[in-house]
């Protein structure tokens, strides 16, 4: 249907209260029989002078209160699903909105969901050894744990690395720095804890040897290194 005005629609509406036929008002606006038919429709439907397409527009399911609730539930829950926030939304609602009004909602507000990195699971192995591991060492003391130097985590000297470090500038390192820190801090107590890096570890190991110093094993490769 043709997109009339207000005052071509109140020309059809008026002729029509004035026993205009339908041959004669479409000639009034030169339109086919078949449209005047239509136009009255809607206007009966949306008003006698008003278009359809300025009451088509619908309000919004969420009022900006209730936009807020949901963004609270989602800066406090953030890692969730959407039909979690739309079950816990829908509580606070009187009338419920569906997961996809949801989904709509969070996308206004730049609030998108994403698939979280798949992270390795300790295995029973691993899980195993570490419980040993502990077991190994659950009777030292304070005192004993203040003579350990953890690679890569104790308090010393920091060493700015670009890209991969062969074994042998590792060594140069541990040498030159660790070692040397270690011998004037702790003297003959001191421990070093490697992290295991295959690389390294018996390189590391016998230089610790050459220089009398005790290695401690790590507490088992990470999840992410099994």
Not at 25 to 49: D, I
Not at 138 to 155: E, R
Not at 181 to 186: K, Y
Not at 188 to 217: C, K
Request: glycine letters at 4%.
């Amino acid at each position: 249907m043709c997109d009339f005005s207000d005052f071509e629609r109140g020309q059809i509406v008026g002729a029509r209260s004035e026993g205009a036929s339908v041959k004669k008002r479409a000639e009034l606006l030169n339109v086919s029989q078949t449209t005047v038919p239509t136009v009255m429709t809607a206007c009966t439907k949306h008003g006698a002078s008003s278009s359809a397409k300025r009451n088509s527009d619908r309000n919004p399911k969420l009022p900006d209160r209730d936009r807020r609730t949901l963004q609270r539930i989602v800066a406090r829950q953030h890692k969730t699903t959407a039909a979690k926030v739309t079950a816990e939304l829908n509580t606070h609602l009187r009338n419920p909105v569906s997961t996809k009004t949801v989904r709509r909602e969070l996308h206004k507000a730049n609030i998108h969901g994403r698939a979280a990195i798949a992270k390795p699971l300790i295995t029973d192995a691993n899980a195993k050894l570490r419980k040993k591991w502990c077991h190994e060492h659950k009777t030292w003391t304070l005192d004993d744990w203040k003579n350990v130097v953890i690679s890569g985590y104790s308090a010393g000297p920091l060493i700015h690395i670009t890209g991969r470090m062969p074994a042998n500038e590792y060594l140069d390192i541990l040498n030159d720095e660790v070692l040397t820190m270690m011998s004037v801090l702790l003297q003959n107590t001191a421990i070093f804890q490697d992290d295991n890096a295959p690389i390294y570890l018996v390189l590391v190991r016998r230089e610790l040897e050459y220089h009398q110093i005790f290695s401690l094993a790590c507490i088992i490769a990470r999840p992410q290194h099994n």
